[in-house]
């Protein structure tokens, strides 16, 4: 350690190994190390020049942001504080979704199965349910529909219930995400003992990339593997499966009711389109904003997922600045990556895109 300390003074040009000299090798050497691994982070698929105009974006904000995008086909990326963990809000509902997804694939699940709302089951905030006479029955569909849709957290209750917390995080963990989670139903007592950083982040936790990664597994269309690979037949059945699948969650994100965010500027670009180019869902708390979309562009589909918190601005009107920013941020990357605009036809399941590593067609081990 003391070599590579001398090392770093003699290219930083200090040759004094007096007490000041070694304070001033040292400060240098930690500013040349964050600068090389700043560079190590900007890899050759980041858009420099996008991100640099997005952190002035960021910047002006009376908050704290943090963004990843990326552009499917053609790999590019850009990121403020990626990895960074927050306070997912409504956006967790998507891991739900996902598990529901994986469970009609295996036959665990029916879209259509009933479940039943039952007197005391509503809880406040988004969503109708709570005002609808009870009991009433419902099939999964409707729940996870009017969960995405109006985010009703009475439904998202019902879809806990029923699907399972465990299996949901389970999934999350089967998916590789380290910083999302879970906790548990809205407005209800835990059920068990809670993490210690569940008063700290409220329903679920995750990270702008995490969360794009379960974005980005909807709209491919990646249901679960390993996988024993078949062919013929039998493999343009499971494909045809699937996709009805994917098409079923693809529907009930593209009409997600809240659109003051990613979809603000972005609807009026292509007026040619038929049905939104954007499949999306949100999350709000007092201080926090978040959207979590995948956008149709001409050139290639772009997964968007931003989070704006400890925002300055906790007022519910549309015109708030957390939401306001979103938008901006969509639009900037948008227009550099698809300057065409949106092209609502390609929002299918699959993004039109070739299969993926990790992701080929075939049945479950």
């Known amino acids: 350690m003391r070599g590579m300390r001398r ?65 499917l086909n053609t790999g590019k990326t850009v990121g403020l ?25 295996a036959g665990k699940a029916a879209w259509d199965e ?47 219930d029923r699907l399972g917390l465990d299996n949901v995080n389970a999934r999350i963990g089967w998916l590789g995400l380290k910083d999302t989670h879970l906790y548990k139903k809205i407005g209800k007592p835990a059920s068990g003992p809670m993490p210690a950083d569940q008063p700290k982040f409220g329903l679920g936790k995750t990270t702008p990339r995490e969360m794009a990664t379960v974005m980005e597994r909807i709209g491919r269309c990646q249901l679960e593997g390993p996988y024993v690979e078949v062919t013929g037949e039998k493999a343009q059945k499971i494909e045809a499966e ?48 978040a959207d979590v979309a995948i956008v149709a562009g001409k050139s290639g589909p772009i997964v968007l997922s931003i989070f704006t918190y400890e925002n300055a601005d906790k007022g519910w009107t549309v015109d708030n600045e957390g939401e306001v920013l979103i938008a901006k941020l969509a639009r900037r990357v948008v227009e550099s990556w698809s300057p065409a605009g949106l092209d609502g036809k390609t929002l299918v399941p699959g993004l039109g895109l070739s299969p993926v590593a990790g992701g080929p067609v075939g049945t479950s081990k």
């Open 242 to 289: 699937d996709e009805a699948i994917c098409g079923v969650a693809m529907k009930m994100l593209r009409n997600q009711f809240y659109r003051e965010t990613i979809p603000r500027y972005l609807e009026g670009l292509d007026s040619t389109e038929t049905g939104s180019g954007i499949a999306s869902k949100t999350g709000s708390l007092n201080a926090v904003r």
């Open 81 to 105: 504080d990626a990895e960074h963990v927050v306070q997912t809000a409504s956006v967790i509902k998507l891991t739900i979704l996902f598990e529901a997804m994986e469970q009609v694939r």
């Open 7 to 71: 090392h770093w003074c003699r290219l930083s040009g200090v040759y004094d190994w007096t007490l000041p000299g070694r304070v001033m090798c040292l400060v240098w050497m930690l500013f040349s190390m964050h600068a090389l691994a700043q560079t190590a982070l900007a890899t050759d698929d980041t858009d420099v020049t996008l991100q640099k105009e997005l952190q002035e974006l960021a910047a002006a904000h009376h908050g704290k942001v943090a963004l990843y995008a990326t552009q």
């Open 114 to 160: 009933k479940l039943t709302l039952a007197k005391g089951d509503g809880v406040s905030g988004s969503g109708i349910l709570l005002m609808l006479d009870a009991p009433l029955q419902l099939t999964l569909r409707d729940v996870l529909t009017v969960m995405i849709v109006m985010s009703d957290n009475t439904a998202t209750n019902l879809a806990i």
